[in-house]
């Protein structure tokens, strides 16, 4: 199947843990993001690579640390886990830097306890 | 105040029903329009995508984009039960297509 992937689907740590989240598009696309999705369903971008090159860092404090491989990966680390970065991540990806839309994963649901 | 405001509702309609789904947003240089539509516990599947203004068809959808009045909308025919979900508008700017701006979703339900 075509899609974008994300693992894991839920992930529930404690305030303070480290962890991550590793997502992988077979679609081609040259652009990947994080989006992180809040209690109110806003959705807000937090990063944006272009062919392993970062060009979108939203105001997102440094404990979040993405990473891309290669151009079909993009990873998020989270550091010193706080309640407030409970929430849903999206990963998706697009052709060129989003022209057509984007395509998103199903999701992370993080909850921080 | 938001870039870009939707009504979140809910919005509860009888099956068959037209629905009618807005956004106004602030920023002119927004050129790409689009639609997503989000299933409980889901991602956002895109469902309409519109450059610039005027109207687009895909079966009983239909985008219109007035880039005069800033203000996009989203009609469904024939509402299905199946169409029950969260609708969120997205927009861009030409020169920075990789940074979508959402409206807070507006919450739909189709009842039969």
């Known amino acids: 199947d075509t899609a974008v992937s994300q693992t894991p689907k839920y992930l529930v740590t404690q305030m303070g843990n480290d962890k991550s989240i590793k997502c992988e598009q077979n679609l081609g696309h040259d652009t990947m993001y994080w989006y992180k999705q809040d209690s109110k369903k806003f959705l807000k971008i937090m990063f944006s690579?272009?062919?392993?090159?970062?060009?979108i860092n939203e105001t997102v404090p440094n404990r979040f640390s993405p990473k891309s491989p290669d151009k079909a990966h993009l990873n998020l680390h989270i550091n010193s886990l706080e309640l407030g970065d409970s929430a849903v991540y999206f990963c998706?990806?697009?052709?060129?830097?989003?022209?057509?839309?984007?395509?998103f994963g199903s999701g992370t649901r993080l909850t921080v306890v | 105040q938001k870039e870009v405001e939707q009504d979140p509702g809910p919005l509860s309609v009888p099956e068959g029903a037209i629905v009618s789904l807005n956004c106004t947003y602030s920023?002119?240089?927004?050129?790409?329009f689009m639609w997503y539509r989000q299933y409980s516990r889901k991602g956002p599947e895109l469902l309409m995508y519109t450059y610039s203004s005027g109207n687009k068809e895909d079966g009983r959808f239909t985008a219109q984009v007035d880039k005069s009045s800033k203000y996009i909308s989203l009609f469904i025919r024939d509402s299905q039960p199946s169409d029950s979900a969260t609708y969120l508008c997205a927009m861009a700017e030409e020169t920075s297509g990789s940074r979508l701006t959402f409206g807070e979703g507006t919450q739909l339900t189709v009842n039969p």
């Open positions: 920023n002119s240089a927004f050129q790409y």
């Open positions: 998706a990806s697009s052709r060129e830097q989003g022209i057509g839309g984007y395509t």
């Open positions: 690579y272009n062919n392993k090159e970062l060009i």
